[in-house]
């Protein structure tokens, strides 16, 4: 099939779909298994990463599933801010994919975080980054960025974690040595003995799993602090985060450690959205983390209720420790100087089959917007459709001001801000560091494939 009516069956996604959803409870599995690690030494972290369709361990069963490094949860790349990262990257997979390091603020051009290129089955890229010292800790992706066949990919299973280290330069010292888990959510659905990949469907059953396990058991001891770093690597669905008789210390958003701490009872994770949060061992017993129920809109998509893992805390109690209210200096677009102001508009058809930012299909040949280095910008996103988006910037961080005109303080910049159905929001973003060509786009990836993603340039 050609690639473009490839990615038009992948993309026909906003209508609710008919199909049931799946509901079926897990019984607790095998203990949190975190991933494999690749860490740097002596400012260096050199890898080798091979992409290829592999029969795997997927949730307990063998599976045929795009791997990196033969495995469905693949290695997290582990660094520190002015870190040199090189990755040996080798594409056995066809027609081709890339690399995207999702949220890291590093230059978009090639050898570094260039996704406008294709990298041809057998073909091997090096990939070159250089992190700042600035580069914010906390926690970050990785993934296929091959358009328009992003979503078949990364639903396939090329997504991975990235940690840059440091977070526990904010912590108090009783708790800079503390227990550390990813979360990572990663969701799949079946066609006979493989994940899928053509004909994907937002909202057609699938299966929930935390690091590729299904319902894996997760022990803390009574009073004990953890750091949980939840991300939504999927390729296209929502979570409602909830730790049933718990609550999230939220201490990082989308790779930025936040300047004042906050609770919440439950954490929306639009696609493509990372939280580092505390998390302390209650009274000895079980409960489970769930994602609630949750709608995109009219036009959109109905999740689900769905068990993810459960907590067992027992043991020796540990003290509790105190943790702080005040964490990182805070990063302030809002006192700086604008550049300009623009509208940056996210609509799609009746249909549900072709998605537009500013009444425009992606190209990567046009440039869509054109910004300078070492300015800031204020944007209204404007969605016009009956379903939500997730906006994602790449290169930028940007801070998100108001939502359907309410003020927002989040206490963090970020690359990940949900756009009601019918709604505006207004960021400010500043551009540093890095020229070239980037993008924009909506980080459901079906949406993404069909059209809505805009091409930014930045320049001196």
């Known amino acids: 099939m050609p690639l473009l009516a490839l990615a038009t069956a992948l993309s026909s996604c906003s209508a609710p779909s008919p199909e049931p959803a799946v509901r079926r409870e897990v019984a607790p599995g095998a203990r949190l298994k975190d991933p494999p690690e690749l860490v740097s030494h002596n400012g260096l972290l050199r890898a080798r990463l091979v992409v290829q369709r592999r029969k795997v361990d997927v949730a307990g069963r063998k599976r045929w599933a795009l791997t990196y490094n033969d495995r469905y949860m693949p290695p997290t790349l582990r660094f520190r801010p002015g870190d040199r990262v090189e990755l040996d990257f080798v594409n056995r997979v066809r027609p081709y994919t890339n690399l995207h390091v999702h949220g890291l603020h590093v230059s978009p051009k090639a050898p570094a975080d260039d996704v406008l290129i294709h990298i041809g089955a057998g073909k091997t890229y090096h990939y070159r980054y250089r992190f700042p010292q600035a580069l914010k800790p906390g926690t970050y992706w990785y993934h296929s960025h091959a358009h328009p066949i992003s979503a078949p990919q990364v639903a396939g299973g090329l997504a991975g974690i990235i940690v840059v280290d440091g977070l526990e330069r904010y912590l108090p010292p009783a708790l800079r040595h503390i227990t550390e888990h990813t979360i990572a959510l990663k969701d799949f659905q079946v066609q006979g003995d ?68 906050f609770t919440r009872d439950s954490l929306l994770l639009a696609a493509a959205t990372r939280f580092d949060v505390l998390v302390t061992g209650g009274r000895p017993g079980r409960t489970v983390l769930e994602t609630l129920p949750y709608s995109t809109g009219p036009a959109g998509n109905q999740f689900p209720r769905a068990k993810l893992a459960t907590l067992v805390s027992s043991g020796k109690p540990v003290a509790r420790a105190a943790i702080p209210t005040t964490f990182a200096p805070p990063e302030d677009l809002s006192h700086l100087p604008l550049a300009r102001r623009r509208t940056v508009v996210f609509s799609e058809n009746k249909a549900g089959t072709e998605f537009y930012i500013n009444g425009k299909q992606f190209d990567p040949h046009r440039v869509d917007l054109r910004s300078k280095l070492n300015t800031t910008e204020e944007w209204t996103v404007v969605n016009t459709s009956n379903e939500e988006h997730s906006f994602h910037t790449h290169t930028n961080h940007f801070q998100l001001m108001s939502v359907n005109g309410v003020p927002h303080h989040g206490h963090s910049l970020q690359d990940i801000a949900n756009v009601p159905a019918k709604g505006r929001m207004v960021i400010r973003i500043r551009f540093t560091n890095y020229t070239g060509k980037t993008v924009l786009h909506c980080h459901i990836l079906n949406h993404e494939d069909a059209g809505m993603m805009a091409v930014l340039d930045i320049v001196k």
């Open 194 to 261: 493989a994940v899928k990949t053509e004909g994907l469907k937002i909202g057609a059953p699938t299966h929930r799993t935390v690091n590729g396990q299904l319902n894996p058991t997760i022990r803390i001891r009574p009073g004990e602090v953890q750091l949980w770093r939840l991300a939504n690597i999927s390729a296209n669905i929502y979570y409602k985060l909830r730790l049933r008789g718990y609550r999230f210390r939220v201490i990082g958003r989308d790779g930025f450690p936040v300047d004042h701490t």
